[in-house]
């Protein structure tokens, strides 16, 4: 039925966040994995809070997290199974990867540009802006090839926590 399917299609989505986080952040003690329904969300992986350091690594790995749930549904599903769902991850990924290079100057191949101390001084376009927006690009284009690698790499765990979620 499609309400088992959308059911599985979230317990693997959830499968990949967890297991990738675990795979990639550890020290990020993960408190619950659910496929239940709350609000607009379909299931959720909920976190333990933790302090973070916010290092070039930190931002990479959160991106990595936040594409894992869609990479699993395809994973699993095929192409035409990745859906509206996964909103929260998307909108969170892009940010995530724009504070890495604009806001806290991370990103090695852009360099230490702040453009929110750009914009105070009164410059608010120009080529180091459409490099910032190529870069932005590119380092979600990278999350999602070291991701997809992480996925196919650990399948089977990913497997085995979507079934152990419909199962529980």
Known sequence: STESIELESVAY????????????????????????QNGSAAGCVS???RKSRYNQEFFLEHLCVAIS??????????????????????TN????????ISRFG????????ILDALKEN?????????E??????SVLKE?????????DTHWEKIRSVALLLLDK
């Open 13 to 36: 989505h959830e499968a990949g966040h967890a297991v990738v986080s675990l795979l990639l952040r550890p020290e990020f003690r993960i408190d619950k994995v659910t496929i239940e």
């Open 47 to 49: 976190f333990v809070e």
């Open 69 to 90: 749930g869609q990479l699993a549904q395809i994973r699993q599903f095929g192409e035409n199974s990745a859906d509206a769902g996964a909103i929260s991850d998307f």
């Open 93 to 100: 990924a892009p940010q995530l990867a724009w504070d890495y």
């Open 106 to 113: 991370l990103d090695p191949e852009f360099g230490p540009v």
């Open 122 to 130: 009164g410059v608010h376009s120009g080529w180091l802006f459409d």
């Open 132 to 137: 910032s927006q190529r870069r932005l690009q």
């Open 143 to 151: 999350a999602q090839a070291k991701t997809a690698v992480i996925v």
